[in-house]
């Protein structure tokens, strides 16, 4: 009896997780090989964990392209090698719901160990603002997320009654979403450590948040797996370098 109530338990914990991330969707890593960043490098394996025992494969084409989806949201460690070449990686690459996270131009020959930094606006989308979980941890108003939301952008305001105004819309106007759900309230009380990204809509707002004349603010959370992975990271990169001293 008991062991069927757990299996009833985790049947449902699958199909809530899998609605919540059907409202938001996947997102994809691009990025571009080269031969000491003067010639493209084709038929190198690009790949990212998605679990202990699952990755995410791909090989670049002839002018060295590479695109590695879908992608759940969440951090991750790309990881570049062919034959003759040292494997190189980078770390802390955010990938965030239905956007492309464009990496650096990859130089397989150099054989690194890099960090991709989170530019604040996104290359596809200029009206999207994101702020992802390391920009989130160090923010001095990080346990406060209106004023949090309120540093990203100049066309966003604290009015006296505590909500978001976003270029002077109206009150009420502002719509906010927690890993897919639209919210009744304004914001939840989420523990900072729980942030996994802010997205913040000024215009040019999507289709799929509905018509509004204010903005919207998308907020993911932090899930089981993003946290493995990256914890799993530290440990593989520091066990790598303890190897090579």
């Not at 949201?73 to 494997?87: C, K, N, R, S």
């Not at 920009?135 to 004023?147: G, H, L, W």
């Amino acid at each position: 009896m008991m062991k069927a109530t757990i299996q009833l338990i985790l049947s449902l914990l699958i199909l809530f997780s899998n609605s919540v991330i059907s409202q938001t969707g996947p997102g994809e890593i691009k990025g571009k090989v080269f031969n000491d960043l003067v010639e493209p490098e084709p038929y190198i394996e690009v790949w990212v964990d998605i679990t202990g025992t699952k990755k995410l494969t791909t090989t670049t084409d002839d002018k060295g392209n590479f695109t590695l989806k879908p992608l759940d949201p969440g951090t991750y460690v790309v990881y570049a090698t062919g034959f003759g070449y040292d494997t190189t990686i980078i770390k802390k690459v955010k990938v965030t719901p239905d956007h492309i996270t464009y990496l650096n131009d990859i130089d397989i020959s150099a054989a690194v160990v890099a960090e991709r930094k989170t530019p604040i606006i996104i290359k596809d989308d200029p009206t999207l603002i994101r702020m992802d979980s390391d920009q989130i941890k160090v923010i001095p108003v990080r346990y406060d997320p209106v004023a949090m939301i309120e540093s990203m952008s100049p066309e966003i305001k604290k009015g006296a009654d505590g909500e978001l105004y976003f270029r002077g819309s109206r009150n009420g106007a502002a719509i906010y979403y927690v890993d897919g759900v639209k919210l009744r309230s304004t914001l939840a009380n989420l523990p900072a450590r729980s942030y996994g990204s802010i997205q913040v809509y000024t215009g040019g707002i999507p289709a799929k948040y509905g018509d509004t004349t204010g903005g919207v603010v998308a907020i993911e959370t932090q899930g089981y797996f993003s946290l493995w992975r990256q914890e799993k990271n530290r440990r593989d990169i520091a066990r790598k370098k303890a190897s090579r001293n």
